[in-house]
């Protein structure tokens, strides 16, 4: 697996190592805020927001590679 996604991403003119490849990757995190419901609404369920960290631009070209947007819930 290592092997293919080196490949890919010099395909795409990416020059990473591998271990710049996992620290780059591991760097791609969700975050789930929760905001505690308000006073009044009875039995509403607190609200829940999902985003992203903030990525530098190499993890951009990587999150758009390997279409990680298919794995995430937001």
């Not at 996992?22 to 419901?37: A, C, D, M, N, R």
């Not at 006073?39 to 985003?51: C, D, F, P």
Request: charged residues 35%; hydrophobic residues 40%.
């Amino acid at each position: 697996m290592r092997a293919l996604m080196i490949m890919k991403i010099r395909e795409e003119n990416i020059n990473l190592s591998l271990g710049r490849l996992h620290e780059s990757l591991k760097g791609i995190k969700q975050v789930i805020i929760i905001y505690p419901k308000q006073k009044g609404q009875g039995n509403k369920k607190e609200r829940k927001t999902r985003t992203l960290t903030k990525m530098d631009e190499i993890q951009e070209k990587l999150f758009d590679l390997f279409e990680m947007n298919d794995y995430i819930a937001i």
